[in-house]
């Protein structure tokens, strides 16, 4: 079956980059001129996703704002010839795709914020773009793995290899081969300990699920008396039941809720810009040769 919804959850709070966070949403920071969820959104338009639920919080408002029309703002462009490519790049936004919103409304971690959208979903697999992470890709990442969710009949993960330090901060994977980049995922590890690293291979913010999740999730989060349930837990669940894939996709991730990621996602992406590329590119040089 085709996949044409997602969830993109965005209810975090974000407290690895504050202050910035406080007042602006952590998806709404910027990378060169877009905030960080419309690359997010416009990588699962690009994959052919049709109607997306974002996972919201008190406090994201700006968001909600974000994908609607600004009518004062286009009517001071409209009619302007020098604001006529602006206009169109505001109205884009406001057209990307059918944009809803649900507000989480208690903190019980990723695996209850995907569990809010069962009824927007229903009965069919879906993808879930984490609201941390952009990744740049000729050919959308989470567009990968749809085309492995629909070739395999199965979940698939988005995975790429990391250092045996970061591994610790994300989790880990027992996998083997199955065929090109995809592969059998066995069991999942959240934030292993040095003796349950099973892999470098980790999840990176890009996972499609079948609908028989819910229940799973369900489950999971009426038996946490406190903290976070994880998404983590219901995926390993799959993985031990013979029913998910790794895919190793192609393209650059960045963590958009690190600091030191947000720059190199600013950037890299400012060297590829169209109107400032050649400039920052000058710029970058010069402050090398001065370092």
């Given at each position: 079956?085709?996949?044409?919804?997602?969830?993109?959850?965005?209810?975090?709070?974000?407290?690895?980059?504050?202050?910035?966070?406080?007042?602006?949403?952590?998806?709404?920071?910027?990378?060169?001129?877009?905030?960080?969820?419309?690359?997010?959104?416009?990588?699962?338009?690009?994959?052919?996703?049709?109607?997306?639920?974002?996972?919201?919080?008190?406090?994201?408002?700006?968001?909600?704002?974000?994908?609607?029309?600004?009518?004062?703002?286009?009517?001071?462009?409209?009619?302007?010839?020098?604001?006529?490519?602006?206009?169109?790049?505001?109205?884009?936004?406001?057209?990307?795709?059918?944009?809803?919103?649900?507000?989480?409304?208690?903190?019980?971690?990723?695996?209850?914020?995907?569990?809010?959208?069962?009824?927007?979903?229903?009965?069919?697999?879906?993808?879930?773009?984490?609201?941390?992470?952009?990744?740049?890709?000729?050919?959308?990442?989470?567009?990968?793995?749809?085309?492995?969710?629909?070739?395999?009949?199965?979940?698939?993960?988005?995975?790429?290899?990391?250092?045996?330090?970061?591994?610790?901060?994300?989790?880990?994977?027992?996998?083997?081969?199955?065929?090109?980049?995809?592969?059998?995922?066995?069991?999942?590890?959240?934030?292993?300990?040095?003796?349950?690293?099973?892999?470098?291979?980790?999840?990176?913010?890009?996972?499609?699920?079948?609908?028989?999740?819910?229940?799973?999730?369900?489950?999971?989060?009426?038996?946490?008396?406190?903290?976070?349930?994880?998404?983590?837990?219901?995926?390993?669940?799959?993985?031990?039941?013979?029913?998910?894939?790794?895919?190793?996709?192609?393209?650059?991730?960045?963590?958009?809720?690190?600091?030191?990621?947000?720059?190199?996602?600013n950037c890299e992406v400012a060297l590829?810009?169209p109107e400032i590329g050649a400039g920052?590119?000058?710029?970058?040089?010069?402050?090398?040769?001065?370092?």
């Amino acid at each position: 079956m085709k996949v044409k919804k997602a969830i993109i959850p965005a209810a975090g709070l974000g407290t690895r980059v504050l202050p910035a966070s406080k007042a602006v949403p952590k998806e709404m920071l910027n990378i060169v001129d877009k905030p960080a969820i419309q690359y997010i959104v416009e990588e699962a338009v690009a994959a052919g996703i049709e109607d997306i639920l974002i996972i919201t919080n008190r406090g994201k408002g700006a968001i909600e704002d974000h994908f609607d029309h600004a009518f004062e703002l286009e009517c001071g462009l409209r009619g302007n010839p020098a604001k006529e490519k602006i206009l169109q790049q505001v109205e884009e936004v406001a057209n990307l795709a059918n944009v809803y919103f649900l507000r989480q409304k208690e903190t019980k971690g990723l695996g209850h914020a995907i569990l809010c959208g069962r009824s927007f979903i229903g009965d069919e697999p879906f993808a879930v773009l984490y609201g941390d992470d952009v990744i740049i890709s000729e050919d959308p990442a989470i567009g990968q793995l749809c085309r492995a969710c629909e070739k395999y009949g199965k979940g698939v993960v988005g995975v790429q290899e990391v250092t045996r330090e970061q591994i610790k901060l994300y989790c880990s994977l027992d996998v083997t081969p199955l065929e090109g980049r995809a592969m059998n995922c066995h069991n999942i590890i959240e934030k292993p300990k040095d003796e349950e690293i099973m892999s470098l291979y980790a999840i990176l913010g890009r996972v499609v699920l079948p609908p028989e999740v819910f229940p799973m999730l369900e489950e999971g989060v009426a038996r946490i008396t406190q903290g976070e349930f994880y998404l983590t837990e219901t995926m390993s669940d799959l993985g031990r039941a013979g029913k998910l894939i790794a895919y190793d996709f192609e393209g650059v991730r960045y963590d958009m809720g690190n600091k030191l990621g947000i720059m190199k996602a600013n950037c890299e992406v400012a060297l590829k810009h169209p109107e400032i590329g050649a400039g920052f590119r000058e710029y970058v040089k010069q402050l090398a040769a001065s370092l």
